[in-house]
């Protein structure tokens, strides 16, 4: 069993920054490929981005390419999401999730393990 627990959302201006962070526990951190997503009020969670085990091989979707970076540090057991040049599109609960597979990584279905969710809003 793996607890993940997302921080950083709130409200901030468009074109401004937020860092997210979700801290997990219960096993082995650097075994897990961790992702993030985000649902936006009336559609479907969606995937952002994806970081592998080591840290060396990220992936995003094209609307957050240049502008959002993932990371983790897997000696405090944490991933991250610094967002820049935020956007009101961008509004939405952000998920951080966890899984031991290598498969189907920017599908929901890929995931074993989720967060409880951070809100961010943007505003224009």
């Known amino acids: 069993q793996v607890q993940l627990l997302e921080s950083g959302g709130g409200l901030v201006q468009a074109g401004g920054s937020l860092r997210l962070s979700c801290a997990a526990s219960g096993r082995t951190f650097s075994n897990y490929v961790m992702g993030w997503f985000r649902q936006a009020p009336g559609k479907e969670r969606e995937f952002v981005a994806y970081?592998?085990?080591?840290?060396?091989?990220?992936y995003y979707t094209d609307s957050v390419k240049g502008r959002f970076t993932i990371s983790r540090d897997n000696a405090k057991n944490t991933v991250y999401l610094q967002m820049n040049s935020l956007k009101p599109e961008d509004t939405a609960v952000y998920y951080c999730?966890?899984?031991?597979?290598?498969?189907?990584?920017?599908?929901?279905?890929?995931?074993?393990?989720w967060g409880q969710g951070t809100q961010v809003t943007v505003s224009s």
């Open positions: 970081i592998s085990r080591s840290g060396g091989m990220t």
């Open positions: 999730a966890t899984t031991t597979s290598q498969f189907r990584l920017t599908t929901t279905s890929g995931y074993d393990y």
